[in-house]
């Protein structure tokens, strides 16, 4: 009656070894590391070979590591404390940048578990932690949305100049003052001609007549749609840029988020560094599409010293130099959308660039002029330039679609896109708060959050072992596997867990006992009512179950709902308690009773249980 069969004991022992398992790193700790990732856009990080590099630097050095670690972006190297990893970071900088002024890689400090090689195999890796457990930086960006609308004014103003000289409408003047564009003419029949133009090809502006002496004047504005658009625009492009730049930093499980209208959230749990993540988060770059000057021996010229004028040299991807012509022809400002993919003649990897209405006008103009010429592809950034990609004009090319292909294979397509398409900020940003939190005060806050968790555990096992004897016991064990179980989890899943979440941790023991609470009052409620105590064992976890089920079920859509609608650390709180419901369901049933058939199952004759005293009526 009491027995399970082998196979679902096998199932319990089988998941209760895997938490173990996957509990075991988080006892290791972290330990000092030196992270080398590459610095700038177009520079692809050789992962094998970093390694061999970084390896040789710290040989040379005379500085000893405990293991050099490789993912897609970066390599690392760990040490057993803070003066080597100091020592350590200046050699390999040195390796890597000899030129300090224009640094080809990020050297980071950086923190790495310290778990030993054969968890980390089976990708047995610690939860994240969060600011407040780990220690970081924390900053608060303002993000200019007035320069987004002024840059967004001023290419309008162009694109307007553009538009009235293809459609053959005389003006006195374009140009910006304040919040609008003003246009200027001498007649009214062609300010409203000029008026009926605009309208029919932009929508984004709204337009006013007026006059300023003897000129007729109309006033272009954005419309409050557009603006607003311009402004979601900006926020999710600095965002998706700040993905891109904290990657150079290693962090795990940045939080970047949105705050109000204008502002933007960075936290960077273990960061070291502080000066390199201001450094990183305050770059700012621009997109530039250039003509290749291929005047015979003006190359050679430039390799020689004598640049010509209105050109610049650059080196290609590949290490080929590459004379450019100053003047742009176009910005990152047209670009509204870049995915890689392929050409549908050769089948090769391509890059798909779309550009806005104006764009494609200008580029269309550009590529019918410059057939079977080069054009350069230039990410502009502290005032240094890189080749993209540099390929050469077959066509025209109209209709705002633009294909780039030639020797490229399938990852630099994608990474190609994904430079063009979030190279740059979409609005300047200034730090206008910077926390630091030192990892001093983050163990702290492990500790005590640790000894609030550890005690209450301790509270809850004196009372069920005083209360229940025996099945008490059981609970306690029951109990401890549902935390096993929990943490297990969010090291799978690789989850930041914070002050809130370990609250949600104490909380979801208080409640997990409960579930063994029900069990052991059912039981004690069928030995009141004259059951044997194999009976009342079986009935009580039993008719248990609903009330169990019931109870979790409904505790379970209150914590869906805050990962829902919750943000910050009401999510963080939300994730912790959804898993431990789940946890303590299977450790709470299946656990506690796969250890009392174990006590009980096998005794047939069994006269009572050792569940505390079974009030009776009339005794």
């Known amino acids: 009656m009491n027995r399970y069969p082998l196979w679902k004991n096998l199932l319990i022992g089988i998941v209760l070894l895997w938490g173990l398992i996957y509990t075991l790193p988080n006892f290791y700790g972290e330990v000092p590391a030196v992270q080398v990732s590459s610095g700038k856009a177009t520079l692809k990080l050789d992962a094998t070979a970093t390694m061999a590099r970084v390896e040789e630097s710290l040989k040379a050095a005379g500085i000893a590591h405990d293991g050099l670690f490789a993912d897609l972006t970066s390599v690392r190297a760990r040490f057993r404390d803070?003066?080597?990893?100091?020592?350590a970071k200046d050699a390999i900088?040195?390796?890597?940048?000899?030129?300090?002024?224009d640094p080809s890689y990020v050297v980071a400090l950086?923190?790495?578990?310290?778990?030993p090689q054969w968890l980390t195999s089976i990708h047995a890796l610690p939860m994240y932690l969060g600011l407040d457990l780990r220690g970081g930086v924390h900053f608060l960006l303002q993000v200019d949305m007035k320069g987004a609308v002024t840059k967004r004014l001023d290419a309008t103003a162009g694109d307007l100049r553009t538009l009235l000289r293809d459609k053959n409408v005389r003006?006195?003047?374009i140009g910006r003052e304040g919040a609008a564009v003003v246009i200027k003419f001498r007649d009214t029949e062609t300010q409203a001609r000029a008026r009926s133009v605009i309208s029919a090809a932009n929508n984004?502006?709204?337009?006013?007549?007026?006059?300023d002496g003897a000129d007729y004047k109309l006033t272009a504005s954005l419309t409050p749609l557009a603006q607003k658009t311009i402004q979601e625009f900006a926020i999710r492009q600095n965002i998706s840029t700040l993905h891109n730049r904290i990657n150079e930093l290693g962090v795990a499980e940045p939080v970047i988020q949105q705050q109000g209208l204008d502002r933007i959230v960075v936290q960077l749990p273990g960061v070291q560094d502080v000066a390199k993540a201001k450094d990183i988060l305050g770059r700012t770059a621009t997109l530039e599409i250039r003509l290749v000057d291929d005047t015979p021996g003006g190359l050679e010229a430039a390799l020689q010293g004598n640049v010509p004028p209105g050109t610049e040299l650059y080196t290609e991807r590949g290490g080929n130099p590459l004379l450019v012509k100053k003047q742009v022809v176009l910005t990152g400002e047209r670009l509204t959308d870049a995915q890689p993919g392929f050409d549908g003649q050769t089948h090769e990897a391509a890059v798909h660039l779309t550009l806005d209405s104006a764009g494609a006008r200008i580029f269309k103009d550009i590529t019918r002029e410059n057939i079977n010429k080069r054009m350069a592809i230039l990410l502009i950034e502290k005032g240094k330039g890189e080749v993209v990609t540099a390929p050469v004009i077959r066509a025209e090319i109209g209709g705002g679609r633009v294909q780039i292909s030639g020797r490229m294979t399938s990852e630099e397509a994608t990474d190609t896109a994904l430079l063009l398409r979030a190279g740059s900020l979409a609005a300047p940003m200034e730090i206008i708060e910077e926390r630091t939190i030192g990892p001093s005060l983050g163990a702290e806050n492990i500790s005590k959050g640790f000894h609030s968790t550890l005690w209450g555990f301790v509270a809850i096992a004196i009372f069920m072992c005083a209360y229940y004897m025996l099945f008490g016991l059981v609970s306690?064990?029951?109990?401890?596997?549902?935390?096993?179980?929990?943490?297990?989890?969010?090291?799978l899943l690789q989850a930041t867990l914070t002050l809130p979440g370990i609250a949600a941790i104490a909380l979801t023991l208080g409640m997990a006992i409960d579930a063994n609470v029900l069990i052991n009052e059912r039981i004690r409620e069928e030995l009141r009512n004259g059951s044997t105590p194999q009976a009342a064992i079986h009935a009580g976890y039993d008719r248990a179950f609903d009330t169990i089920l019931d109870s979790n079920v409904t505790t379970l859509i209150a914590g869906i709902a805050l990962l829902v609608f919750g943000s910050g650390p009401v999510r963080g709180f939300a994730v912790v308690h959804c898993l431990g419901i789940l946890t303590s369901m299977f450790s709470a049933i299946l656990v506690s009773r796969g250890l009392v058939n174990m006590i009980y199952g096998k005794k047939r004759k069994l006269e009572k249980l050792a569940i505390g005293q079974v009030w009776k009526p009339g005794i």
């Open 82 to 87: 803070t003066d080597t990893q100091l020592k």
């Open 93 to 101: 900088e040195k390796t890597f940048n000899p030129d300090a002024a």
């Open 110 to 115: 950086n923190l790495l578990s310290a778990s």
């Open 171 to 173: 003006h006195a003047g």
């Open 204 to 211: 984004d502006l709204q337009l006013v007549e007026g006059q």
């Open 476 to 491: 306690v064990l029951a109990l401890a596997s549902n935390l096993l179980l929990l943490v297990a989890l969010l090291s």
